[in-house]
Each structure stands twice: as structure tokens, then as C-alpha cells.
């Protein structure tokens, strides 16, 4: 089939590949323009779709807008017979979207409907969600709101972080993706309205409620650090510096909200505690949480901001 493909980050990335290996012609590839980034922040730095796609020779468009005659009559000259989008980052307007014969495809990380939106991967584990799973949608004007072709569903392990299930879900992803194209091609993919009930958002993660509350119970500062991990990161204050929380177990303990129970770094919290596996230090490494203490030895009774 002819494919135009869209997106952006590292977890589109696989997708994209999938498509390619599968001996479909992705007649381009839509993704965000390169934008500062390198050492100095100068440089400008292509998405990971963008390299991919060059590495592919796909023709890559930047387009600051797909709306207005000229963006949908260049996507219209793509002859396209079905578009596959996957965290693009730009909403498509209606006449993009009726423009692929077979219309647009998104995968997105989460069971909808619950999760719809930016965040699916860290709201989940931030909710406590025992799992999560991918879902190939077609696109329509409404956020997330499309008919369901196939989804797959994954586990949450109690520690796992967003990071350790946002790699595992592209990988997923992309293999669903795969399936869901090759029977379209068939004829054979149903798609399913999805149902009214359990619809919830998953709003873009706002710096404001990055910042670990111990006063919470430990169940929920626990999964509100791992939904966090690695970026941008739940932390703490330490002697006027920041320190980002990138793993955590629960732990047994007692105490004032923030109080340092033992050599171990395990913090009480509002009820429970939790034990701080891996910290960084704003300006150094992630490091385990003995060799923390060895360069900055907290005394037991301390109470962390």
C-alpha cells in the first residue's frame, strides 16, 4: 500500500520500520521541523522520525501547519491509500483526514478509552493501573475518539516506570500496527466504536505537580514517581538543589512525611514509606541510593523538603 506515515519522537520510530520491512511504500514522511537541541542548544536537531525516515530514503516534510489549501493539496498529490500516525504532535484537520482511501490510522498507547491524550504512558502508571496495553484507532475530528481496529494488552508491574513500558509498548506497537495494515489490505479489519463508559484524559504532563508530595500515602508517591521516571522526573529538595526520584519500591516504616527512616533512603510518607533506589542529583549521574549517601549522608530523623 502507499503509506503516508507521521510522527515525531523515539516511540514512532519502530513503526515506521515495521511498515518499511513489511514492503509497503511509505511515499513520505510528515514529523516536527528540527528544532534546537546539541551541546549549546544550538544546533538544529532533527526528530528521531526524521533521521529514521532519511535512513529509510523516505522524503521528509516539516510542515509548520496541515491546515489550508496548499498543506492539503500537497498531502492530497501523496496519492495515499491509507495514513499511519503515531505521536505526531499536530492535530489533523478534517480535510486530511478524508483525504487516504483508506484513511488514517493512529496507534495509541493506552485501552481506550481510558487515557485519551497526550500522556497515556505516565497517567497509567500514575493512576496505579495494573495495565495498559495499544490500540490502533481510525483517526475522526475528535480527540482519541475513533473506532477501535485491534489492541493489545500489557501488564504494569508494580515497579516498572514509564520508561521501562513506554519501550516496551513501541515495540508492541509497532508489531500492531503491522497486523492491523496487512488486514486492511485484506478487506478484514473491523473497526469498533468505542464504548461511552470509562473515558479519562490523559492531560500533558505540567511542571507543577512534577515535585514529590510525601504527605501522600505510599502506594501513590511510589507510582507517582514511576509514572515520572525518567522524564521529566518526580524529585525532592536537598540542600537547595533538586534531586530526581528514578526509582522506587515500597517499603515498610513509619513517620513524619519526609522523614529519613533509615541508611537505606527509605522516606516516610503520609501513611507508609518508600524506599529511593535510584536518585540524580541535579548536575550528576543516576546513582543507587548507596552510592547517594556515600556523597551526601543523610542522618536518620532528617526530613526531606
Not at 534546537?36 to 523516505?58: I, M, T, W, Y
Request: contains cysteine.
Amino acid at each position: 500500500m502507499r503509506i503516508v506515515f507521521m510522527g515525531t519522537p523515539d516511540f514512532a520510530v519502530p513503526t515506521l520500520a515495521e511498515i518499511v520491512g513489511r514492503g509497503h511504500e511509505v511515499v513520505a514522511a510528515y514529523t516536527r521541523a528540527p528544532a534546537k537541541g546539541g551541546r549549546r542548544g544550538l544546533d538544529l536537531v532533527p526528530s528521531p522520525v526524521h533521521r529514521a525516515a532519511e535512513q529509510f530514503g523516505v522524503p521528509v516534510l516539516t510542515p509548520s501547519t496541515l491546515r489550508g489549501e496548499e498543506a492539503t493539496a500537497t498531502f492530497a498529490a501523496h496519492e495515499a491509500d491509507v495514513a499511519v500516525v503515531v505521536a505526531y504532535g499536530r492535530i489533523l484537520p478534517q480535510a486530511i483526514l478524508d483525504l487516504p482511501t483508506l484513511g488514517c490510522l493512529n496507534l495509541h498507547a493506552s485501552l481506550l478509552p481510558r487515557w485519551r491524550g497526550a500522556a497515556p504512558i505516565q497517567r497509567a502508571i500514575m493512576a496505579g493501573d495494573a495495565e495498559t496495553g495499544v490500540a490502533v484507532m481510525k483517526m475522526e475530528a475528535g480527540l482519541d475518539t475513533g473506532p477501535v481496529g485491534l489492541i493489545e494488552r500489557v501488564a504494569i508491574g508494580p515497579d516498572m516506570t514509564a520508561g521501562e513500558l513506554h519501550d516496551a509498548l513501541m515495540g508492541i506497537g509497532a508489531d500492531l500496527m503491522g497486523r492491523a495494515l496487512a488486514a486492511l489490505e485484506r478487506g478484514a479489519l473491523a473497526f469498533t466504536p468505542q464504548p461511552g463508559e470509562g473515558v479519562t484524559y490523559a492531560a500533558k504532563i505540567e511542571k507543577g505537580e512534577t515535585r514529590v508530595d510525601w504527605r501522600r500515602p505510599a502506594r501513590q508517591v511510589h507510582d507517582h514517581m514511576r509514572g515520572l521516571s525518567p522524564f521529566p522526573g518526580a524529585w525532592f529538595e536537598l540542600d537547595g538543589a533538586r534531586v530526581k526520584v528514578m526509582r522506587t519500591s515500597l517499603a515498610d516504616g513509619a513517620g513524619a512525611p519526609g522523614e529519613v527512616l533509615d541508611d537505606a533512603l527509605t522516606i516516610a510518607c503520609g501513611e507508609g514509606a518508600v524506599r529511593l533506589v535510584e536518585v540524580q542529583k541535579a548536575g550528576s549521574r543516576a546513582m543507587s541510593a548507596p552510592d547517594f549517601l556515600r556523597g551526601n549522608p543523610l542522618a536518620t530523623g532528617t526530613v526531606l523538603a
